[in-house]
């Protein structure tokens, strides 16, 4: 009997050695797992479970709150059509036509009156006169002649010494160069004298 409780005593104590050897091998590897298990002879056993907070939710992206750099200023060009209600007059808009007319009414005024004084005949010298007259008036309302107006005068006088010539002769060609040329004088003259001074 007493073999028997020695059998079985020594078979116990083996068995617990073993376990003693197997249960830190199996604590270790239970431990990788996340679960260990710590087992001794006369002792309570006593269970620990290591566990890890995994966040199932997708990160927020990360914003960058540095201002953005100013973008380059961009011309932009509109069309827009405006309509103007133009109240002047024919002769406000065409200065030119303006000074052909006064011309050819002063010219034919001072024609009639040559032909009339030289017997050539009024309707002659008024014809003559007007035609004349509408070419000093052109000329004296040029741009370009604005900005020689020695030129202008002598133009000026030309025209209206040969007008003159014309309405009082009988046509000869003598006469109108004569009087052409010494309206040519007194317009530089008057040219001269008024613009260097």
Do not use: E
Not at 67 to 73: E, F, G, L, S, Y
Not at 124 to 151: D, E, F, N, Q, W
Not at 181 to 194: H, Y
């Amino acid at each position: 009997m007493k073999r028997n409780t020695l059998k079985t005593t020594v078979a116990s104590a083996s068995c617990i050695l073993a376990l003693q050897v197997a249960v830190p091998v199996f604590a270790q590897t239970t431990m990788l797992m996340g679960s260990a298990s710590h087992n001794t002879a006369g002792s309570t056993v006593t269970k620990t479970t290591t566990t890890s907070r995994v966040s199932l939710r997708p990160q927020q992206p990360r914003y960058d709150y540095r201002p953005m750099p100013a973008a380059a200023p961009r011309t932009v060009y509109q069309t827009r059509t405006v309509y103007v209600k133009d109240d002047r007059t024919y002769f406000q808009r065409h200065p030119k036509v303006k000074a052909a007319t006064i011309g050819a009414g002063v010219g034919a005024g001072a024609g009639a009156l040559t032909g009339l004084v030289t017997g050539r005949g009024v309707l002659r010298g008024g014809a003559i006169g007007a035609g004349t007259g509408a070419g000093v008036g052109l000329v004296r309302s040029s741009t370009t002649m604005k900005r020689h107006p020695i030129i202008r005068d002598v133009a000026t006088g030309t025209l209206v010494g040969g007008g003159l010539g014309w309405a009082g002769s009988r046509g000869g060609g003598r006469t109108i160069a004569k009087t052409a040329g010494v309206g040519a004088a007194i317009g530089l003259g008057v040219g001269l004298f008024k613009h260097l001074q």
